[in-house]
């Protein structure tokens, strides 16, 4: 049986009878760029963020760029982040005129270790981009009360995250709602993506908010009036109205998503070769990505791939040994857990459309490959 890593085209037969009369309201009407529908996304983001404001924009790279430009980052400020993450998380850095500090994850959960954090803070670093990687929130608790010590902004990369939520102080806060702004990714593989690209940021704060709505538009809140040099970076309302559509999904695939896991994780818990992904108990997890540790990884690629089972390694090489952050100084054996992640990860097709048929098809490629 051929199980795809991932199948857009079962959503979209399931969903397009929601999307389309949207999409087509847009096309009657004409109004391409910030329509009413980005608006109405903006609104329904901040809620299911608890964020007071969202501002939609072009991607999730952009989200990231625009939340460093407003910390007017000088040449040689520094920015901590992890280096077992998708590569925008620091080229964002770089190109905001910043630079990255790679510091080191938990085994456990692929996330920013406070740890690590606090080792790697100098009087240059002026902020933290918390990744919440394969949609499960990084330890806030600790990260927050760092940033809060050294006066740092905190930047949740919530491009994974959408939905994702943990206890913090007896309470359930979302995704981006407890950094100073939070970036989410609307990439059409994302838990929530749209037909292209598409981001949004979220913030609590008036002024940052007003901020991020002008870096948008060419850096004017009045048109043909520039404050500061700004992008052109908005969300289309073609775009807008697929997520308006897709939204009202999003918290049944989470749960999906996470039974799939379950599940994974009982037919795994026999197979001492497999060390299937650590729930903190505070997080409520989406999945983004089912991601274990396997032995020889590698051939268990190869034989997934030759059984017809979609699988992908993210990340095979972290952001640290990337040639273009090679000048940063940071060689092998520099950050030993994300180099033992990068060499023994696999994340295994976790979709809700996925059916038991299917995901038994993978348990049984995995367990054959091992037996
Ligand atoms: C997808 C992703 C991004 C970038 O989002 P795009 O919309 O593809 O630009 C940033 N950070 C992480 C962790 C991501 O997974």
Same mark, same amino acid.
Do not use: D
């Given at each position: 049986m051929n199980v795809p890593l991932l199948d857009l085209v079962a959503q979209y037969q399931a969903i397009k009878g929601d999307v389309l009369p949207l999409l087509m309201g847009v096309v009657e009407r004409?109004?391409?760029?910030? !329509? $009413?529908e980005v608006g109405r996304l903006e609104r329904e983001i901040a809620a299911l963020s608890h964020a007071k404001h969202a501002i939609a924009c072009a991607s999730g790279t952009d989200a990231l760029l625009l939340a460093l430009r407003t910390l007017d980052l000088a040449p040689g400020d520094q920015v901590i982040c992890p280096? =077992?993450? =998708? =590569?925008a998380t620091a080229g964002t850095i770089h190109n905001a005129g910043g630079t990255p500090v790679f510091v080191d994850i938990e085994p456990g959960s692929f996330n920013l270790s406070p740890a690590a954090v606090e080792a790697a803070i100098t009087p240059r670093t002026r902020a933290i981009i918390v990744v919440h990687l394969f949609g499960q929130m990084a330890d806030m608790d600790a990260l927050l009360a760092l940033a809060a010590r050294h006066r740092l902004t905190l930047i949740e990369d919530a491009a994974q995250a959408i939905g994702a939520r943990r206890q913090v102080g007896g309470a359930w806060r979302m995704? *981006? $709602?407890?950094?100073a702004i939070g970036a989410f990714s609307f =990439?059409?593989?994302?838990?929530? &993506?749209?037909w292209g690209d598409g981001g949004m940021m979220v913030a609590q704060d008036d002024a940052v908010a007003a901020r991020l709505r002008r870096l948008r538009t060419? &850096? &004017?809140?009045?048109? @043909?009036?520039?404050d500061e040099v700004g992008y052109n970076s908005r969300l289309d309302t073609l775009q807008a109205a697929v997520l308006l559509g897709k939204l009202p999904h999003l918290a049944g695939w989470s749960a999906a998503r996470r039974a799939r896991a379950a599940r994974y994780t009982e037919a795994f818990a &026999?197979?001492?070769a497999i060390c299937p992904p650590r729930t903190d108990p505070a997080n409520e997890h989406i999945f983004h990505q089912y991601t274990v540790r396997a032995e020889r990884r590698d051939q268990l690629v190869e034989h997934l791939k030759a059984q017809g089972i979609g699988c992908a390694v @993210? @990340?095979?090489?972290a952001l640290h040994l990337q040639p273009c952050f090679a000048h940063l100084g940071f !060689?092998? *054996?520099?950050?030993p857990v994300t180099e033992a992640a990068m060499g023994s990860v696999v994340s295994l097709p976790i979709y809700p459309e996925l059916s038991d048929a299917q995901q038994d098809a993978v348990v049984a490629a995995v367990t054959g490959f091992y037996r």
């Open positions: 004409q109004q391409f760029i910030l !329509g $009413e280096a =077992f993450t =998708f =590569f995704a *981006g $709602e407890l950094g =990439f059409p593989s994302k838990n929530l &993506g749209c060419h &850096g &004017g809140a009045k048109q @043909y009036h520039h &026999g197979l001492a @993210y @990340y095979p090489l !060689g092998r *054996g520099s950050l």
